[in-house]
């Protein structure tokens, strides 16, 4: 008995495991279980690098050119007359372009003030799951420098090239809550070289917020709103432009494979930082919208290695 | 006593011969592409592909990371991720398949054997059952399969828009190559 007990136990322990297809799934599993750890980016926080005037959290990958033409009709309150607003019209045709996954380079042209403007973007930080280093959010910084080449006002006084000249500093701190839901922050620094009044600033101080709620898989709704913060760094200047608003925007992405349209109503008629959150005279709440779109197709300019 | 122990002795040599039969990689090759006439083909590459193979059953299971496949265009792989297998509710594929003619291959001699796999695959969250044919090549003890088959989109609950049915098929060709190596 004793003989059998043993027995039964020696080969209860040295049996040959059977493998069903389940087992060997569970042998893949402990396998490939650390692999499991690597580092997992969110991706398409937003579907393109604008979420409506300003800058996303997105860059173009590297390697890719993105041809962005957005418009800005005129104010839809200005009645059947002007076919609310659509007889007007201000344009922004720009290039970005992915140098890197993580740093993006930009330039375009407005119609509005007849301004050129360059910018370079580079991701900071980026959220993901896994790895050494997850982190909830991704951050990013953009510089941008705007030059306005209206004539000069008044061509008698002296007047300097440098004055042409704005520039824009911003933080964007940025979070993909799910699927669905994406939101970001924009501490925002604006300077331009000449103001128009002694009394008005050259240096701006903002907050943006903003998000996007997608709606379908390819279709999303987006708002922006910049609010400029009573700070002045010179005593007796106003911390804003006399007469300007906050600038806000609501609109819808929508993406059919190589080209987003993005559709958006918003009070600001400038496209570059210095205009739409410094510059922004219409009220929003009183009908002095505009009727906008950006329309972005991507070409791939070098193709990746696979 | 020495029945027992010729009984656990037994045990033993069949528990390692058991052990010899297990194949591995995690580096397998899955690669799809779409034949629709559209100037940008829609392809990807995915070389972090995991499987097991017990080459005494027949038996082969496949693990693939949805977001390891890899399109020339970036672009493409965020709408493919997003869009279309939606790779943050879906993050796996699986295959857990059998050899059917395993009589026909010889492991202990190297040579090339077609051989017919049947099995159930994983993707986007649908389960369906594939039939597709293949090959073994057997090599210095390590085996190498390869298999092409086809898969409806349709069937795995992935629709195209119309908007941009003319670059995506309804059939997409699937390529796989695995080259086995012992487990240890």
């Known amino acids: 008995m004793k003989k059998l007990i043993l027995f039964i136990l020696l080969v209860s322990i040295t049996l040959p495991k059977v ?4 087992d060997l799934m569970k042998m893949l599993d402990n396998e490939t279980r650390n692999d499991k750890k690597k580092r997992d980016y969110a991706t398409a926080t937003f579907k393109t690098s604008r979420l409506i005037n300003g800058h ?17 009709f005129g104010m839809v309150n200005k009645g059947s007359y002007e076919l609310f607003g659509l007889d007007q019209a201000t344009m922004r045709m720009g290039l970005d372009y992915g140098l890197s996954n993580r740093l993006m380079i930009g330039v375009g042209r407005s119609t509005f003030q007849k301004q050129y403007d360059a910018f370079g973007k580079f ?43 704005s520039y824009s500093h911003q933080l964007i701190i940025a979070r993909k809550f799910s699927e669905g839901l994406s939101l970001q922050l924009m501490p925002s620094f604006v300077h331009a070289n000449l103001a128009r009044e002694v009394t008005e600033p050259n240096d701006f101080f903002a907050l943006g917020a903003g998000g996007r709620i997608k709606l379908s898989k390819r279709l999303s709704f987006n708002v922006e709103y910049y609010h400029v913060l009573p700070i002045s760094l010179v005593e007796g200047e106003s911390y804003r432009i006399t007469g300007t608003k906050n600038s806000l925007a609501v ?39 505009h009727f906008g779109f950006n329309i972005s197709r991507v070409f791939t300019i070098k193709k990746k290695k696979k | 006593m020495k029945k027992v122990f010729f009984g656990f002795l037994f045990c033993m040599l069949v528990s390692f011969a058991d052990a010899q ?59 493919f991720n997003e869009n279309y297998a939606e790779s943050n509710k879906y993050p796996k594929s699986t295959f857990k398949g059998k050899i059917n003619n395993l009589s026909a291959v010889n492991f202990s001699k190297d040579g ?7 099995g159930d695959l994983t993707f986007h969250g649908v ?58």
């Open chain 1, 123 to 165: 991701k900071i930080l980026r959220q993901a799951t896994g790895g050494r280093s997850p982190s909830p959010i991704s951050i990013s910084a953009v510089s941008t420098v705007m030059l306005k080449t209206l004539k000069w006002e008044d061509p008698k006084r002296k007047n300097y090239y440098t004055s042409r000249l």
């Open chain 2, 21 to 79: 039969t297990i194949y591995m990689t995690k580096t397998g090759k899955v690669s799809f592409s779409s034949q629709a006439k559209s100037p940008e083909k829609v392809e990807a590459d995915n070389n972090e592909v995991s499987s097991v193979f017990n080459s005494q059953s027949g038996e082969m299971v496949f693990a693939i990371l949805v977001k390891s496949f890899h399109f020339a265009s970036a672009l493409m792989e965020e709408h």
């Open chain 2, 112 to 118: 090339a054997y077609p051989v017919n796999i049947e």
């Open chain 2, 127 to 184: 389960t369906k059952k594939v039939i597709s044919t293949g090959s073994l090549t057997i090599k210095a003890g390590k085996i190498n399969a390869f298999s092409k088959f086809q898969l409806k989109l349709k069937d795995f609950k992935v629709s195209i828009p119309s908007l941009v049915a003319d670059k995506i098929s309804e059939e997409i060709d699937i390529v796989v190559e695995c080259n086995y190596e012992l487990k240890k």
């Open chain 1, 56 to 72: 996303s959290i997105e860059n173009v990958a590297a390697g890719v050119l993105d041809f962005k033409i957005s418009h800005r």
């Open chain 1, 19 to 22: 493998y069903a297809q389940d």
């Open chain 1, 251 to 289: 609109g819808f992405d929508i993406e059919t494979g190589g080209h987003v349209f993005q559709l958006h109503f918003t009070n600001s008629t400038g496209m570059t930082e210095k205009t739409f959150i410094t510059e922004t005279t219409g009220d929003f709440f009183k009908g002095d919208i």
